[in-house]
């Protein structure tokens, strides 16, 4: 009993601490840990098989659209990344530089690639040499690396792991339209999937990414109010096109530049999973991406009868397609819970003597700790059917707690008592112009999240200067 | 016609030069490209889509043998690559370094990976405390780096994919074991996936990996007579476990070293199956690897009812579960078969009018080029049946010409002669010493491949220095 309570006592309660709140849960669901190399993550079986079906269903995803696999060097020779002159600001300052190679300083340093267009871009050169060869809808799956000062566990870390995308059109209007499928892939993703709501939109221009045109975004918010960014999609327009001279004869025989975007999702939805599920029991997986998906604990399984029938029961749900283990420790049932409900699994399934007898078992939700008996030959079925109700649950559940998190101002006294009080976002109207982003950000400590696809008229005026008002924006604190 | 011509005549004969030959087949099928950053490649959609492949099966044969996979950091700071002396001296020659992170000069330069021995090590120094934690048997997908002088795609290049296992054990004996196991995971593999046959042996102190106590390897022989090694599975005994301070409380209270093994599969096998099974029309692959194992190719599609039929009958393969696509671009058909041999897709699916009056269709095999005619309501099972034939016969086939390259030597002058005059496998005995090991690889140029583990006793002595014989030993030129 002591042991029971050292396990759930070992995370500190959200309320108290959030942050502590997280670092344990990553810590005590062994989804990360720390190592000598400051700053970077390992990435521990419990974390990586979540990111393994992030990979396997985002991936199925893109392929539906069109995407194929490649894979480019880890490696950027400066002066290639030197080619588009925002780009290069915004990346060279967090770069990790290789000087030496095989014991030889090299004559032109290369960057460990914190993203890669520009290595995209150099390829797309020689690969691209008429409209035959557009569209290129390409995408790797590899590491990146940016050098950050403060790090924390999937959130941001020194080297993370993701996918880019990078393709390549023939015309404006195509590569929009790309750009705006793959925000709403993400979306979808999220949406079903991790059962994360999120708001879709338009980044402004101070927030946009370092050499494109448009950069859209999901947004979705954590349990603590604060806001992340799940995931970003960017035309480039023919930015990238001009500085690394990227042409194509068209079909009348022109020579024409092509049209770029780019997009990303990162391990930092773990993150994301963690902050906007768990709860001070520890994390809360959405059925359709656990790695196990039911946990099957016998009680008083050293009673003859007990572990064989526990055995057949995990036989038979795995045999009607779930992902279930069967906890035959030897440690005392109440552990075993409580490691289930850190680990997040989102069912278990309770099994003792007189469940057996009765012809029963108890199903046991993660998510509202509902205990509902069924029987035993029909337990495939039920588990099956709770699992989809959790999934539903937990997306709803979520979409509720943004909502009732997200407020609006329609004055610049509103606005900054909101943020002062109500953590979560606000909607508030905007001039467009970037004075008033960068006051707002200085003087109320939130910075514009995004323009939603859907905009409402909240006023007529932008909160902060008066101005007549140009967009609805999402402000808020962000991860 | 001179178009068609013109792809088949872009090839070199392998007779007449088969690097070259090697290498326009990683061109012409599209499968990698040279990039910017010296000595990397871009692996490209149809060479990666084969790397899939390689890593969906080998890792569900993993996790088949309770495999875990993970994620560790690409960078391995100088002092943590230090602390075992035979694997820094094997390593540290090849390595990138980091010396500068986010515009500062590090106080500690960091090597980009050539391998994560150490990294696992220290690990597991903090993630084993007891007997309950072993064993750990972990991998990860990654990319390494090796700065090696001379590169060729998918064989030799400086940034390459491969898979890592890395297992910690609570005795040697367990340890011994796995380091097979995985060999043999490997073997199964090559041979049943790829259909390229492997002598799986051990390698002599001399070849082994840097800092292992055994290394176990599978090595195939290529088309032109040249090993390559193919995997290696190490036995690291409880070296890196002193060398890094890695113990756990055993059941008996008292503190053991653990004992390790390490093991990978690279990217070079895309480089295998092209030098084991192409042929002078391109590639040629197995097709269980195959991303597309079926091109249904219309004849003059141009006439009513061909597209559509056509098309009919890559849904009705897809459905019965097979990897197919239809070319209904505008080329000819003979410039598609072309195309489609020089891919290496296994099987095409030949369709015109006067075969769909007569209700067939002709499947012709990529391997022998024979063909069949079928009904067009046969198509999936006839189609499945080819497949199987195909992949059954390539390994057949590179088994024969592994066998005839297979020579025994019984004496130094036979050795020498052959070494001279026939490209292959020589097989013969050793005395076991490093000298005559390194005599023979500079005065005959072949260097051991590996002590099989089927041995036979071609003679009782050493054919160097006619000392008594200890093993049998592959010897050959190798990638």
Redesign the interface.
Known sequence: MAKEKKLVESITSMEEDFAQWYTDVVKKAELA?Y???KG??????AG??I??NIQKELDRRFKETGV??????????ES?LQKEKDHVEGF????????????EPLQE??C?RPTSET?FC??YK??IQSYRDLPRV?NQW??V?R???TTRPFLRS??F?WQEGHTAHATAREAEERTIQMLNVYADFCEEELAIPVIRGRKTDKEKFAGAEATYTIESLMHDGKALQSGTSHNFGDGFAKAFGIQFADKDNTLKNVYQTSWGMTTRMIGAIIMVHGDNSGLKLPPRIAPTQVMVIPIRQQQEGVLEKANEVKEALAAGGLRVKLDDSEKSPGWKFSEQEMRGIPVRVELGPKDIEAGNAVIVRRDTREKITAAIGELPEKVAEVLEAIQKDMFESAREHRDAHTYTAATKEEFKQIADEKPGFIKAMWCGCQECEDAIKEEVGVTSRCMPFAQEEISDTCIWCGRPAKHMVYWGKAY
Not at 92 to 103: D, F, R
């Open positions: 840990g190592t000598s190399v970077c993550m390992v990435i521990k079986p990586y098989a990111w393994e194929e696999n490649v894979y480019l060097p880890m490696f950027i020779p290639l060279a300052p967090e770069a990790a530089w290789v000087t030496i190679g095989g014991s340093r290369m460990v290595l150099d390829f020689n690969d390409y590899c590491s690396v050098w950050e000062k020194r080297e792991l």
